[in-house]
Nanobody, 126 residues
Framework: VQLQASGGGSVQAGGSLRLSCAAS????????IGWFRQAPGKEREGDSC????????YYRDSVKGRFTISRDNAKNTFYLQMNSLKPDDAAVYYC????????????????????WGKGTLVTVSS
């Protein structure tokens, strides 16, 4: 089981990035997926999560209208499109997945997921 995040980088405030997470080793369309961030000195936060088969969707308030999570089951890949980036968005971003059933997307974002990829760094300059 493996999750590999990519797409991080340095942008100016107002810019955009698209993070990708390639998954392998499990039935991709049967798991919940999510994107989390951790800034220096702060706890990990869930930005956006989708339950398995897309039944539930959650965005943290501070990213609503700016970030979009999506998944391509044919490619076993999911994405986080980040627009209108702010300096506060600077963090290491992690993709995650969870094969357990019965939790809401908000639950996953609030409490985390079982499978984690290595992070990708996003820096935003003002």
């Amino acid at each position: 089981v493996q999750l590999q995040a990519s797409g991080g980088g340095s942008v100016q405030a107002g810019g955009s990035l698209r993070l990708s997470c390639a998954a392998s080793g499990f039935i991709f369309d049967d798991v919940a997926i999510g994107w989390f961030r951790q800034a220096p000195g702060k706890e990990r936060e869930g930005d956006s999560c989708i339950t398995n088969r897309g039944g539930g969707l959650y965005y943290r308030d501070s990213v609503k209208g700016r970030f979009t999570i999506s998944r391509d089951n044919a490619k076993n890949t999911f994405y986080l499109q980040m627009n209108s980036l702010k300096p506060d968005d600077a963090a290491v971003y992690y993709c995650a997945a969870d094969e357990r059933r019965g939790n809401s997307a908000r639950h996953y974002c609030n409490y985390g997921m079982r499978l984690w990829g290595k992070g990708t760094l996003v820096t935003v300059s003002s």
